[in-house]
């Protein structure tokens, strides 16, 4: 890996918070189109998905020849990227039938691109590369009714985040600069930024990050702390294997490193007026947070019993256990169970997080909070739901990409 270095001289520009015009076309279709839509939409790109790579490849081929300057938005080396903008951009037309779910989000994802530079027309663009390459790769099973679909699929999605964008007027990313970088185990640092104008985040959110190391490159974290008055973020990185921007995070960052943030996203919040206890699970650094939600809640007088599992393979990959017990001397509402799957802990147990936690029940009294890596989240959610929790009580982060 090369690390290439950018220095960000200005602060955001008041340029970046001009609307973006919508186009008046897209009528939002009727719920029963809808549905139909989506399996038709579905059922295609299942047909091609063995052909990701080569129809990534087209996709982007025909986006840059439209749109030439939509390049630059993107990172200089394409293949460590892995497809991102398709992958994502193919899961989320295929979710057109879920609008009451997805409204939050792709308001969130069209304010976030807005710190990519994305006009307009790149949405146009986008949108014609995509038809374009579908229509190469499904060949003779291509069929009006087919594009018919797929068109108003991507205009509907594409309308709410553009719609979302012209709306903001906040700055489009926040410059923040690295105060300091601890490596708390092996592979998992723990970074302070300060930013100079506030970002503003709610605690049990994430951000988008890009580092000087690897421009373009932006991924999501959570920030582990409640929005602090100085100014200070705290983030958990873990670095995964072979991973571009975490390692860098994890092994390459050093205090002055200037890092762009993205606005907040996410669904994780607690509402203090509500006062069902809470179960709350993290695996790794999946603990980051709901760290941030205990922290919001020690400044209130009142809080609900909160049991938190807090998940790793061995005890030592357990960074943030010490933090955590030093927090239930503070705040007698709160109980940490320690899990790890290999190795003991005192008071802790043995096993998955799933298995843990199950095994004492399903927790039909409380609102669940689960956060970790995508195979921990479904892993945990499936064991929840047979062990006979509400669905409707867990709450997680559900548009996770990797
Ligand atoms: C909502 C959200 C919040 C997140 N918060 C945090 C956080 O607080 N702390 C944190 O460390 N990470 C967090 N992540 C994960 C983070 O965004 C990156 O996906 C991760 O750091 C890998 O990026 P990379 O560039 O190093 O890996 P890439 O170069 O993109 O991928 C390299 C390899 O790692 C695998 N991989 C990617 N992500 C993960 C993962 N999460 N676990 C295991 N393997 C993976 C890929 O499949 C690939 O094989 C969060 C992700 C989401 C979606
Ligand atoms: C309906 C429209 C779109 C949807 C649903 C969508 C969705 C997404 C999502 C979810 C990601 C994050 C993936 C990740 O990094 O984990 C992403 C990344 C990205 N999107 Fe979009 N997007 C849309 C349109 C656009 C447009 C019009 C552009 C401009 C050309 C654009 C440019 C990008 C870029 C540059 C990235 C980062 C890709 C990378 O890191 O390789 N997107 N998109």
């Not at 960000?8 to 973006?20: D, N």
């Not at 975490?246 to 960052?253: E, F, L, Y």
């Not at 809640?297 to 393979?313: E, Q, Y």
């Not at 989240?377 to 990797?402: E, N, Q």
């Amino acid at each position: 890996m090369t690390a290439e270095t950018v220095k960000y001289e200005h602060p955001p520009s008041p340029s970046r918070s001009s609307p973006l015009p919508v186009p008046p076309l897209i009528e939002t279709p009727s719920a029963d189109k809808t549905v139909e839509m989506a399996k038709l939409v579905r059922e295609s790109f299942a047909a091609v998905e063995t052909k990701a790579e080569e129809l990534s490849q087209y996709f982007y081929g025909v986006l840059f020849s439209v749109s030439p300057d939509a390049r630059a938005l993107f990172p200089i080396n394409m293949a460590t990227q892995r497809n991102r903008l398709l992958r994502a951009l193919v899961y989320v037309v295929q979710m057109v039938d879920r609008p009451d779910e997805l409204a939050t989000f792709l308001g969130q994802l069209g304010r976030d691109h807005r710190k990519f530079d994305v006009l307009g027309r790149h949405y146009d663009a986008v949108g014609v590369a995509l038809i374009a390459a579908l229509k190469r790769f499904l060949k003779d099973d291509w069929t009006p009714e087919l594009e018919d679909a797929w068109v108003t699929a991507y205009g509907v999605i594409s309308k709410n985040m553009r719609e979302a964008a012209g709306k903001e007027i906040g700055p489009a990313w926040w410059k923040a600069t690295v105060v300091e970088h601890r490596l708390v185990t092996r592979d998992v640092a723990v970074i302070k930024v300060r930013t100079e104008q506030p970002l503003l985040y709610r605690a049990g959110g994430y951000v988008s990050v890009e580092v000087p190391q690897r421009p373009r490159m932006w991924r999501y974290f959570s920030p582990a702390t409640a929005p602090h008055d100085d100014g200070t973020i705290e983030f958990h990185v873990h670095a995964v294997r072979g991973g571009w921007v975490s390692r860098a995070i994890v092994h390459h960052t050093r205090p002055g490193d200037v890092w762009r943030l993205g606005p907040s996203l996410g669904a994780l919040s607690v509402h203090h007026t509500e006062s069902r206890p809470l179960l709350m699970i993290g695996g790794g650094t999946g603990v980051a947070p709901l760290l941030a939600l205990l922290d919001d809640m020690s400044r209130w007088k009142n809080n609900p019993p909160v049991h938190l599992f807090f998940g790793g393979r061995r005890p030592e990959d357990l960074y943030a256990l010490d933090e955590l017990r030093g927090l239930t001397v503070t705040c007698p509402w709160l109980t940490v169970t320690p899990v790890t799957e290999e190795g003991t802990i005192a008071g802790g147990d043995r096993g998955t997080l799933a298995t843990a936690v199950t095994q004492r029940g399903a927790w039909k009294d409380r609102d669940v909070y689960v956060a970790g890596s995508p195979s921990m989240i479904r892993a945990t959610i499936a064991k929840l739901l047979a062990a006979g929790t509400d669905l409707a009580r867990i709450k997680y982060d559900p548009f996770t990409l990797d």
